[in-house]
């Protein structure tokens, strides 16, 4: 599932068509009209937490929201025709003089006047763990507002804190050795900061393309990122889709146990139980 880093990365992969003349904007599931927006310049292409947002001349925006299965692809055209046969799945094709994008599978697709949303979706998202000018102490705010949610349901709620999603939520609850089953009450300010720091650190350089086959392992004096030997880990995670496996910290067998609808993955000697604090009302 895309989260928040990768929709980062698709939108910087799609830049070159910003500033780019609408040559052709077709959206074959739904019933919205686009001719109208043929001939308007691309303002921008940002990613909000999960959302990708395309922005027109005239305030038009093109929300996507990529859930399980949506990917966004982006080709030169090299002087080709536009393409006329889409392949299935396909929910948007928007093209420019040079490029060519085509977004398929995405079950979100709308595409409305910027603020003219009866029921406005990303009004409710909460501040980007990737923007550009990243508040921590006022995401450390909000999930203290969820005090008696579990910490490993609370980070992935995008109405708190936008762009964490169930792969992050382990990597990063393991590599500060957080119990993703207690509620956000029994940690420290100091805890939920840093651990919105480092995932902040760890997402952000998989958008840069720095993380590539690198996972994030805790170790004393503080969690640093290792380069995994060969074979280490599925895809540079060090507890995702790694139950039964040994930890990466300690040996531990790693646990895959039901959190909500999804899997949390935890290491039961790195990430301890955390009990109510002694003399505290939690
Ligand atoms: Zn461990």
Redesign the pocket.
Known sequence: MPEGDTLHRIALRMQPLVGGLVEALSLPRGTQPTAHLVGKRIVSIEARGKNLLVTFEGRWVLHTHLRMNGAWRLRARDDRPLSSRFPRGTVVHLATATHEALCTNAPTVVLARAGSLRFDPLASLGPDLLADEVDLDAMVRRLRAADETPIGLAVMDQRLVAGIGNVWKSEGLFARGLDPFAPVARFADDELRALLAHLHMAMQANVDGRAHRRALV?ARGGPRITRLSVGGAREGHAVYERAGAP??????RVERRKQGTRSTYV?P???PARSPTPGSAA
Request: proline residues 9%; charged residues 10%; positive net charge.
């Open positions: 805790p930890c990466l910290a300690c040996g531990t290491c000697r790195c990430q």
